[in-house]
């Protein structure tokens, strides 16, 4: 696992803290990227603001694990959840 967001701006004003997507179409311009905030969403096109959504999502791809890994991790958090109730 890698981790780290340095470099990146602070959650609040940063379009790479939340949820969202690149839309991409070949051979046409611009890639656009729409992040979702608490009151609504935002469409970027800067390409500086493209790549930090880049840059955060390769982040956390990176720090995600494996599916079954995660199942695993879900199933037994639940277990003890259940058994400390």
Same mark, same amino acid.
């Given at each position: 696992?890698?981790?780290?967001?340095?470099?990146?701006? *602070?959650?609040?004003?940063?379009?790479?803290?939340?949820?969202?997507?690149?839309?991409?179409?070949?051979?046409?311009?611009?890639?656009?990227?729409?992040?979702?905030?608490?009151?609504?969403?935002?469409?970027?096109?800067?390409?500086?603001?493209?790549?930090?959504?880049?840059?955060? *999502?390769?982040?956390?791809?990176?720090?995600?694990?494996?599916?079954?890994?995660?199942?695993?991790?879900?199933?037994?958090?639940?277990?003890?959840?259940?058994?400390?109730?």
């Amino acid at each position: 696992m890698s981790g780290g967001a340095s470099g990146l701006r *602070h959650p609040d004003t940063s379009p790479i803290s939340r949820p969202g997507c690149v839309s991409r179409w070949p051979g046409l311009e611009p890639t656009v990227v729409f992040a979702e905030n608490y009151t609504g969403g935002m469409y970027f096109e800067e390409r500086g603001d493209i790549d930090r959504c880049r840059a955060a *999502h390769r982040t956390l791809t990176d720090a995600a694990l494996e599916a079954d890994i995660s199942r695993s991790l879900l199933r037994e958090m639940a277990r003890r959840f259940e058994s400390e109730r």
